[in-house]
C-alpha cells in the first residue's frame, strides 16, 4: 500500500507512503489515491480529510519520473486519465480538504495542493513547477488554478521559470495559510479540522460548492448562484438545529450527511 487512510472520528487521514521516492506517485499510488478521495467524498462519517506524506523530507514529488512520465510521454496513459483524479483534478469533493506540506512539494505535489481548501508547511517545505525544465507540462491542473489562486504574475514566474521557492515564499504569494514548526503540523492541520468539524456538514459543504461554482461568474449570475446554495441549507434541519443551540446555550448536534448539490 502506498496510500495510508486512517479514519478518526470525523476526520480522515491521508498519507502519501513512499518515501523511497521522496513521496513521487507511481501508477499503482495514483490508482490507490484515487479510491481514497471517493471513499472519503462517499462516507457520510467523515467531514474533513488531511492530507500528508511520511516522513520528514518529501510531502510529495509529483509523478515518478522513472515509473510514470515515460509512459506517458509513450501514449500509453492519458494526460486526461482518471488517474488525474489523484492530484483533485476531475473530482468533486465538497468537503474540506486540509494539506500539512511535510517537506518537498513540487510538480504534481505543488498542483495536488492546488486541490485542498487549507494548507499548513513546515519552514522547510520547498514548491515549484518544474515541468518545463524536463521538457514537460504541469498536466494536473495548474495552468487553470495556479493563476486564480495566486496573482497572476507570481502564478506565470512560477510556471514558466520552473525554479522551485521556499515555504516562505509560498506564504508571501498566499500559496499556503501558514507555516509551523515541524512538530506541531499535525496538531495544527487536526485543530482546524476539529474546529471545522464543530459546525454542519452540510453547510460546510455548501459553502465550499458556492464557492467553486461562483468563482468565475459574473458578480450578478454568482449572486444567483449563491442564493441558491443558501437556499437549501436554510431550508435545512441543520439551521433549525444550530439557533435553538445558541439560545439553550450547548453544542449543536447536526446530523452527519452531505449536502446534495
Request: hydrophobic share 40%; net charge negative; with cysteine.
Amino acid at each position: 500500500m502506498f496510500i495510508n487512510f486512517e479514519k478518526r472520528g470525523q476526520i480522515g487521514y491521508i498519507t502519501i507512503n513512499r518515501p523511497e521516492a521522496r513521496n513521487a506517485l507511481n501508477d499503482a499510488a495514483l490508482e490507490e489515491l484515487v479510491s481514497v478521495w471517493r471513499e472519503f467524498r462517499d462516507d457520510d462519517t467523515l467531514s474533513v480529510a488531511i492530507i500528508t506524506g511520511v516522513g520528514d523530507k518529501a510531502f510529495c514529488t509529483g509523478a515518478d519520473l522513472k515509473e510514470l512520465i515515460p509512459r506517458i510521454a509513450a501514449g500509453e496513459l492519458a494526460i486526461n486519465s482518471p488517474r488525474l483524479q489523484a492530484f483533485l483534478k476531475g473530482i468533486e469533493i465538497y468537503k474540506p480538504i486540509i494539506a500539512a506540506i511535510n517537506g518537498a512539494c513540487l510538480a504534481g505535489g505543488t498542483e495536488l495542493i492546488q486541490g485542498t481548501d487549507i494548507r499548513i508547511a513546515v519552514g522547510e517545505a520547498t514548491f515549484g513547477l518544474p515541468e518545463p525544465r524536463w521538457g514537460l507540462f504541469p498536466a494536473a491542473g495548474s495552468t487553470v488554478r495556479l493563476p486564480r489562486q495566486i496573482p497572476y504574475c507570481r502564478a506565470m514566474e512560477v510556471l514558466l521559470t520552473g525554479e522551485s521557492f521556499t515555504a516562505q515564499e509560498a506564504h508571501a504569494m498566499g500559496l499556503i495559510n501558514r507555516i509551523v514548526p515541524r512538530q506541531d503540523l499535525m496538531d495544527v492541520a487536526t485543530t482546524i479540522a476539529e474546529k471545522i468539524c464543530r459546525n454542519s456538514p452540510r453547510a460546510v459543504q455548501a459553502i465550499k460548492a458556492s464557492v467553486r461554482a461562483c468563482f468565475d461568474l459574473p458578480q450578478e449570475q454568482a449572486y444567483i448562484l449563491e442564493t441558491f446554495y443558501g437556499r437549501e441549507i436554510f431550508g435545512s434541519e441543520d439551521a433549525k438545529e444550530g439557533p435553538q443551540a445558541f439560545l439553550e446555550k450547548r453544542a449543536p448536534h447536526y446530523r452527519a450527511g452531505q449536502f446534495e448539490r
